[in-house]
């Protein structure tokens, strides 16, 4: 049976058994060689001492909320690696708050103060997201800090990229070939929904996935050997309350910027309140598919309009 290079003996003794973890997290937290795997497949470098590798992940209690996946200082770059399920043009905002913080320990670990004379050697950052949710996204797409900006017509003074990258299973495979345990994430995740979509429910359906891919190879030591971990932590986040959280929030955001977009013709007010009505009717119906095309598609919409008598 093929297995893969994950969770050796050494790095098993580094598992963190956090229920609460991201599987992406664990899986490279875990492995210290893939995860210097995945910097050199990204930078076409060919480093092999993962010793080399500080990490530097925020922990604080502070920063529960927004701690970030993964960080680690290598050969003078800071890199922030997050991985994300749904789309979200704030990435950057958020990478700016996680260096602030990063630089800060990076500062007060070195001893030198911020009020000297001497200039503060300072790793460059590195922040990239790993995409892999259900909806299109391109191989690569740049996120930028100035985008978020509302004086459009000044030049900021301040700039910020960050590269999100798409690792569901069939994109970005020469990555994925280069990295084998970012390949085997990528193919687990796309087994988890196949038995998803055949209509099991989350446990169960997690559980077949975690059976077929150690059948299979596929992340065989992790699954194997911390099979109620990952099935904590991909519980955990699934989450069907959060998941509704966020439908709701969204559905009702881009319910108003439509809303105001048939403002135009129909008159602001009346536009966000029946587009408001509308999403409340669909998410108390639990029909977000329904939702999600209707915010798209205006004659879908208009149909809907008429449905409810609105």
Do not use: W
Request: aromatic share 10%; with cysteine.
């Amino acid at each position: 049976m093929q297995t893969t290079s994950v969770t050796d003996k050494k790095s098993r003794k580094r598992v963190h058994h956090t229920v609460k973890d991201r599987l992406f997290r664990f899986l490279f937290e875990a492995d210290r060689e893939a995860l210097l795997q995945l910097y050199n497949a990204l930078n076409g470098t060919a480093y092999t001492d993962a010793a080399e590798l500080q990490i530097v992940t925020i922990e604080s209690v502070i920063y529960v909320v927004m701690k970030n996946d993964l960080a680690f200082v290598l050969a003078g770059t800071l890199n922030l690696y997050e991985h994300q399920s749904t789309y979200n043009p704030n990435m950057p905002v958020r990478f700016l708050i996680y260096l602030a913080e990063e630089y800060q320990k990076l500062v007060e670990q070195m001893g030198m103060s911020l009020y000297g004379t001497t200039r503060i050697p300072l790793p460059t950052p590195q922040c990239i997201v790993f995409y892999n949710g259900e909806e299109d996204a391109p191989d690569e797409e740049i996120l930028k800090l100035s985008d978020s900006f509302t004086g459009r017509e000044q030049k900021p003074d301040l700039e910020l990229s960050v590269r999100m990258l798409n690792i569901n299973y069939g994109h970005n495979n020469e990555l994925l070939e280069q990295c084998s345990v970012l390949k085997e994430y990528a193919q687990f995740v796309a087994v988890s929904r196949q038995y998803m979509a055949d209509g099991l429910d989350a446990q169960e359906a997690f559980g077949e996935a975690i059976d077929y891919c150690i059948g299979h190879g596929i992340l065989y030591h992790v699954l194997k050997d911390y099979r109620a971990e990952v099935l904590g932590m991909l519980l955990e986040e699934f989450d069907v309350d959060k998941y509704e959280r966020t439908i709701r929030m969204e559905g009702v955001e881009q319910g108003i910027e439509q809303g105001i977009e048939q403002g135009i013709e129909q008159g602001i007010e009346q536009g966000i309140e029946q587009l408001s009505a509308l999403t409340s009717i669909l998410l108390e119906q639990n029909r977000q598919q329904d939702l999600k095309r209707a915010l798209k598609d205006k004659k879908y919409r208009d149909k809907l309009f008429g449905e409810f008598g609105l």
